[in-house]
């Protein structure tokens, strides 16, 4: 069976440049969201994230009719499951638990609209068994119809697994360029994903089954977080033995068979940060190491704040006559990365959150990636270009080396620069 009418649910950060691909590729594309915010803007041809080349993509497809959004489900010959994978609320210190409960609402949303011959495939990053349990829900919402855990290579209906692997700010070329790993619940559900991918895919589409490609993408991002744990470490024992970490780093990568990365203020996103946990909830007593990592990381932020504590208190002391409330501090970037938007999980934005806790003096903030800062920021913070001259700064602190930030700004000799990614070194 042919596709020629593609469904994307969840129209986010993946949902909707794979829905622009392969309208792109003349295919007919619903997508679905229950954003209606999302839906609108889309079907205007615009986009609510900020994606390099994504716009151009979307305002064609939309244009030319083989995209449109909508809020439930339609018939369609394949079906493509996008949506978030978060945590359940866990108490301090608590493994936390994957919540599978979009996955479930997914797949309770496009039952009704099943049909024989259809392919269903999770690209939700997703803990090992999630797309057998999705395969589950579906045959309890649509009894009329088999699928692969019960009748094997003669279901009605075809699963896998396929997680994206893209990197933020390079999806649109990395969709097309990179290896994509499919993992069916039988041979022929992968057989057709194969198909599928192959409309705009030009990496190889390496086949495996769907627990392996579940536990591949896990893998992919533990083993980053691992790495960026050392360096983070590492950079906490440089400060205290004030030895310069990126002189260090550079030092020690001269060795042939070595490649240390880059510290920075922790590990967000909705990747790296998340990921390992699907891996340590699942198996606990057996990923000492990646559990370690997170813990790392995620201790990071909170060593950065205090590094701002101290050059506040540095400030203090060395100028009796001035108060806490009278320091400017002006922090450099929000996102989680480079050169995009997105906030979601960003140890940027939690460290600005906890500096606007303590200090009373208002916080310039500079994110040349968005139009207005949170909600919750907005009566500590004020938003400033990177072209603003800002009077008087006492603390410099860098978070995101965005490509805007690369030219140092002239501080006075006074100002006390906290570069947490040895952009300014």
Request: a negative charge.
């Amino acid at each position: 069976m042919s596709f020629e009418t593609i469904s994307v649910v969840g129209l986010g950060y993946i949902g909707l440049p794979t829905a622009a691909m392969f309208a792109s590729c003349k295919k007919k594309v619903i997508g679905v969201d229950v954003n209606q915010h999302a839906v609108d803007t889309i079907n205007k041809g615009n986009i609510h994230i900020v994606e390099p080349e994504l716009d151009t993509l979307v305002q064609a497809a939309v244009r030319e009719g083989y995209l449109r959004a909508v809020t439930e489900p339609e018939a369609a010959d394949a079906f493509l499951i996008a949506v978030p994978t978060p945590f359940l609320p866990n108490q301090v210190g608590q493994v936390p638990a994957p919540d599978l409960s979009f996955i479930e609402a997914a797949s309770r949303a496009i039952a009704p609209v099943l049909k024989k011959g259809n392919l269903v495939i999770l690209e939700s990053t997703s803990p090992v068994g999630a797309t057998e349990k999705m395969a589950d829900w579906l045959a309890q919402f649509r009894s009329d119809l088999t699928f692969p855990q019960t009748h094997g290579e003669d279901a009605d209906i075809n699963i896998a697994h396929c997680p994206e692997r893209v990197l933020p700010g390079h999806v649109v070329r990395e969709l097309v360029e990179n290896d994509r790993v499919v993992g069916g619940l039988t041979p022929k559900c992968s057989r057709r994903s194969v198909e599928l991918y192959q409309t705009f895919v030009q990496g190889e589409c390496v086949v495996t089954n769907a627990r392996t490609a579940e536990m591949a993408k896990l893998t992919e991002n533990s083993s980053r977080d691992v790495q960026i744990a050392f360096a983070n470490e590492l950079s906490v024992i440089c400060d205290k033995l004030d030895i310069n970490i990126w002189e260090l780093i550079d030092l020690a990568n001269r060795h042939p068979r070595v490649n240390i990365l880059q510290p920075g203020p922790g590990v967000g996103g909705h990747c790296i940060a998340v990921d390992p946990w699907f891996i340590v909830s699942s198996c606990p007593d057996d990923s000492l190491l990646i559990h370690s990592a997170r813990k790392i990381n995620d201790s990071k932020p909170q060593w950065v704040v205090s590094k701002v504590k101290h050059a506040i208190a540095e400030i203090l002391i060395s100028n009796p006559t001035r108060t806490a409330d009278t320091i400017r501090i002006a922090c450099y970037g929000l996102a989680f990365k480079a050169n995009i938007d997105d906030l979601r999980g960003s140890p940027s934005l939690g460290i600005v959150r906890e500096i606007s806790k303590f200090h009373n003096q208002k916080l310039f903030v500079i994110e040349p990636n968005i139009e207005k800062l949170p909600n919750d920021l907005t009566d500590s913070c004020v938003l400033k270009e990177y072209e603003e001259v800002i009077e008087n700064i006492d603390i410099a602190l860098l978070l995101v080396d965005h490509k805007e930030f690369y030219e140092k700004k002239s501080f006075s000799e006074n100002t006390i620069v906290i570069d947490t990614k040895g952009l300014w070194r």
